[in-house]
């Protein structure tokens, strides 16, 4: 498993191309990692296998908490943008932690390298 990360830009007005890591929502009955899987497989065509979770944060949505939980993930496939992702791309930690958008995000890669 190499240091990179898949790194996606979100069509939408709310998401303004911002760059950021696959997420998403749990669905009922899910667990993190079965979400972590599918979220990533949504929006960037890759087969991953979550290894350990390396970090979560929480925080407000229209009002309403959201948790997000990150996985080191493994896979060996190509990444290709998917439904409502404009670009997705790897890039390298070191990459990651200029280009992402959010504080813990970039936060968080910097404490992976």
Known sequence: MDDRAARRARRGAAAHGAPAGPK????????WEDAARREVEEETGLDCDPRAEVGRTSYEVRGEPKEVRYYRMATDGEPRAQNEVDAVR???LDEAAELLTYGYDRELVKRLR
Do not use: H, I, P
């Open 24 to 31: 998403g929502k749990l669905e009922a009955g899910e667990s």
């Open 90 to 92: 790897w890039a390298s």
